[in-house]
Each structure stands twice: as C-alpha cells, then as structure tokens.
Nanobody, 130 residues
Framework: QLQLVESGGGLVQPGGSLRLSCAAS????????IGWFRQAPGKEREGVLC????????YYADSVKGRFTISRDNAKNTVYLQMNNLKPEDTAVYYC???????????????????????WGQGTQVTVSS
C-alpha cells in the first residue's frame, strides 16, 4: 500500500523547535518531489517547503525562510521538516505530499499550488502556544 506517514507534531512554546518526519512506504521516494503543507483553522492550505527528488531545487515560503529547513534521506525514504523559532502563527495541521517529479513544471509551482499531488499524508498537528 502506498502511503505517507507524518510524525513529530506536538505542543511547543514560542521560540521552540520541532522536527517533523514524513516516511514513505510502498514506493521509492527517490523519484518524487516532496512537499510540506499546512492548514490552520479557517485558512487555506499553504505550501511551506518543497524539495525535488535530486536536491536540484527547493522552495521556501516567505513566512518560514530562515526558520524552517527541509531535508531528505532517500536511503530511509524519509523527508524531514526542521522548524526552529516557532511562532503562534505556525500553528496548523502539517501534511506531507509527494508527486512524481516528471509531472511538475517547477518545485515552486507545485508548492504554491499544491497541485499536482500523487499522495498526501494524514497530517500531524503542530501547536505553538505558551
């Protein structure tokens, strides 16, 4: 069964850090562009960070530049989202998503539009609050 499973969410104080993991199973993530998206209550889904399959291209949303980083370990079929200096406005459900790299035009377009996507994870809650 093809799936993405996120983990690592939780409650953290402002200024704190979390690392989210996105583990792919049932397919090899080497050929996929992976993205992290988030959706807060009452807001539209936002593409946060996306990385291409060959590390050739990475897109960062302006709201997370300098604070969040994305990395991938293809040997473990896992992508990580390191979130530092978290702010209350980072509170959201975070989803990872994957798309075959050959289907996209640019990583930025895929990340901003959230389309096309082949697989979505179930999401993990991140709450930033004192």
């Amino acid at each position: 069964q093809l799936q993405l499973v996120e983990s690592g969410g939780g409650l953290v104080q402002p200024g704190g850090s979390l690392r989210l993991s996105c583990a792919a199973s049932g397919f090899t993530s080497d050929y996929y562009t992976i993205g992290w998206f988030r959706q807060a209550p009452g807001k539209e889904r936002e593409g946060v960070l996306c990385i291409s399959s060959r590390y050739a291209s990475t897109y960062y949303a302006d709201s997370v530049k300098g604070r969040f980083t994305i990395s991938r370990d293809n040997a473990k079929n896992t992508v990580y989202l390191q979130m530092n200096n978290l702010k209350p406005e980072d509170t959201a459900v975070y989803y990872c998503a994957a798309v075959t790299t050959k289907r996209i035009t640019t990583v930025q377009a895929m990340c901003v539009k959230g389309d096309p996507i082949d697989y979505w994870g179930q999401g993990t809650q991140v709450t930033v609050s004192s």
